[in-house]
């Protein structure tokens, strides 16, 4: 099965921060790559697909890029609903692998 | 709207049996793709099995054997068929709309599996 990585695991930012997330594959997954946005309680929301398209509805200050192995989750300026957990998914296979969450909190 | 409605959970002994349910309204089930994922508590998500819209079924390695993805098409409804539980399967259970290179979207809101003695 193909595993993921993230890092880091947690970050502490400000509100207006730049926050950057990786996401690394342990082989080629060309862009079979989704990012997850997940606050406590609720269920997981679909923010980027396909390693850069944007979701419906999903403010324009996320953005992903990369393809192959490696991969990046980025928020332009932070704001206050935005902290969450995030988690990267491949679904380039048929067994659709998470990687293991990055928490950004408040710093 | 495209919603998914989970129901079934609940607490049940190691070695016991459950079934859950995903209502789709909105959408065609056996069109799509359909995953389920859970969460144990306080931990990251965990993929667990997916039923193609050609009828192909696949499986974590955790639940492989234990575990059966199907779907009813008259009933819109997706299940997850889970046998001989261990406490290691306590955990929300989501179902999603499966979309692949897509993503997965919309997420039913989960539902809670407790085994335990």
């Known amino acids: 099965d193909i595993q993921m990585t993230q890092s880091p695991s947690s970050l502490s930012a400000s509100v207006g921060d730049r926050v950057t997330i990786t996401c690394r594959a342990s082989q080629s997954i060309s862009s079979y790559l989704n990012w997850y946005q997940q606050k406590p309680g609720k269920a997981p929301k679909l923010l980027i697909y396909a390693a850069s398209s944007l979701q419906s509805g999903v403010p324009s200050r996320f953005s992903g890029s990369g393809s192959g192995t490696d991969f990046t989750l980025t928020i332009s300026s932070l704001q206050p609903e935005d902290f969450a957990t995030y988690y990267c998914?491949?679904?380039?296979?048929?067994?659709?692998?998470f990687g293991p969450g990055t928490k950004v909190d408040i710093k | 709207e495209v919603q998914l409605v989970e129901s079934g959970g609940g607490l049940v002994q190691p070695g016991g049996s459950l079934r859950l349910s995903c209502a789709a309204s909105g959408f065609t089930v056996s069109s799509n793709y359909m995953s389920w994922v859970r969460q144990a508590p306080g931990k990251g998500l965990e993929w667990v099995s997916v039923i193609y819209s050609g009828g192909s079924t696949y499986y974590a390695d955790s639940v492989k054997g234990r575990f059966t993805i199907s779907r009813d098409n008259s009933k819109n409804t997706l299940y997850l068929q889970m046998n001989s539980l261990r406490a290691e399967d306590t955990a929300v259970y989501y179902c999603?709309?499966?979309?692949?290179?897509?993503?997965?979207?919309?997420w039913g809101q989960g539902t809670l599996v407790t085994v335990s003695s």
């Open positions: 999603a709309r499966e979309g692949g290179i897509v993503g997965a979207n919309p």
């Open positions: 998914q491949q679904s380039y296979s048929t067994v659709f692998t």
